[in-house]
């Protein structure tokens, strides 16, 4: 079944929470804790009650405080599972195309709504662990039920944008490889435009993110590639140069070590 749930985990800094990046959108509870969440160019303050909405294919890491553990919840579902005719003006994704739209991607609703998302959460579950007739049919309604409930709130509240930023080159340093991913980007030339040295460029990128500025680099390249792979009748090799890489073979090794699937069967077999 396209939808699964890492149920109120607690992580610390010595035992994180994975960097990801995968079709699939994901949602994801804190329930206690402290810490900080990278997502997409971004970074936001973890707490009790915070709702992160990860659209796919969203680079995403968290980083607990090692004295005060993070407790959370992570429910991931394919995007598929929720498609929809729409009888009205809401659809099910409307919240992540909204975050996304905003670069956003962080709500803090009031207790009323933090009873409820926990109450869902833990109806999902419950369901998931018992393997009964029409459990996974029942999953897949709660999952509608919190979406709906989500995408009530954020029509009237919406959502938060970061609240750590880190220095100021470091969100135009990320904004400037998004732009640029068929040119060459090396440490070098991004450490000279945020006018620092490449170590110190290195070094605070790595702590921030949780991955060197080659892998980033690397999996903005894939991201791109999946998007048009999936949306447009483009050439593989012409999709490969689009992205920055500077063969074809040189696209298919990466683009099989990061997804799992050479980009002809990740096309063909479609997105999830």
């Known amino acids: 079944m396209p939808l699964a749930l890492a149920y109120r985990d607690t992580k610390s800094s010595q035992c994180e929470l994975p960097d990801h990046l995968h079709d699939w959108y994901e949602l994801v509870y804190v329930y206690a804790g402290s810490g900080v969440f990278f997502i997409d160019r971004s970074l936001y303050e973890m707490k009790a009650g915070d709702l992160f909405l990860i659209p796919g294919n969203t680079i995403h890491r968290a980083f607990p405080e090692a004295a005060n553990p993070v407790t959370s919840t992570a429910l991931y579902f394919s995007p598929a599972l929720v498609q929809q005719t729409v ?15 905003h670069q956003a991607y962080k709500y803090t609703g009031d207790e009323a709504f933090g009873r409820q998302t926990r109450t869902l959460l833990d109806a999902v579950h419950a369901e998931l662990g018992a393997f009964g007739h029409g459990a996974r ?6 999952l509608l039920q919190l979406l709906l409930l989500i995408g009530r709130r954020l029509q009237s509240g919406g959502t938060e944008g970061p609240q750590t930023a880190g220095p100021p080159w470091m969100r135009e340093s990320m904004a ?17 435009r945020a006018a620092v040295s490449p170590a110190h460029f290195s070094r605070v990128f790595r702590q921030l993110t949780g991955l060197n500025v080659t892998a980033y680099i690397t999996t903005k390249r894939i991201v791109r590639a999946k998007e048009l792979l999936a949306r447009t009748d483009d050439g593989i090799g012409e999709i490969a140069a689009r992205c920055g890489f500077e063969s ?4 298919h090794r990466v683009f099989k ?4 699937r050479t980009p002809g069967s990740y096309r063909s077999e479609g997105r999830f």
């Open 248 to 251: 074809l073979p040189h696209f």
């Open 137 to 142: 049919s029942a999953a897949r309604l709660l």
């Open 176 to 192: 400037f490889i998004d732009d640029r991913l068929t040119e060459t980007l090396s440490l070098s030339l991004l450490a000279r």
């Open 87 to 101: 009888y009205d003006d809401f659809a099910y994704l409307d919240s992540f195309r909204y975050c996304a739209a």
């Open 257 to 260: 070590r990061i997804v799992g």
